[in-house]
């Protein structure tokens, strides 16, 4: 039987690089969304702009 690895990889290896494209996208999608909730639940007086630009610090910034 073969692994969760082994499957995911042999399903990225018959994706065309714009289906890879798609699912990176939708992968930074979420992890922005996620972010941003987080950010939200921190700061609940910051307006959407407010979330918005620390998110992009964050992203920008990198990992700590």
């Known amino acids: ?6 499957i995911e990889l042999a399903i ?3 994706m065309t690089p714009a289906e890879k494209l ?5 992968l930074w ?6 972010k941003a909730a987080g950010v939200r639940l ?4 910051w307006s959407q702009e407010r ?4 998110v992009r610090e ?3 910034r990198g990992p700590a």
């Open 12 to 14: 990225l290896r018959r």
């Open 29 to 34: 999608r979420q992890a922005w969304e996620l």
């Open 58 to 60: 964050i992203f920008q």
């Open 1 to 6: 039987m073969a692994s969760t690895e082994e």
């Open 42 to 45: 921190q700061h609940p007086e």
């Open 22 to 26: 798609d699912v990176m996208q939708g």
């Open 51 to 54: 979330v918005a630009a620390e």
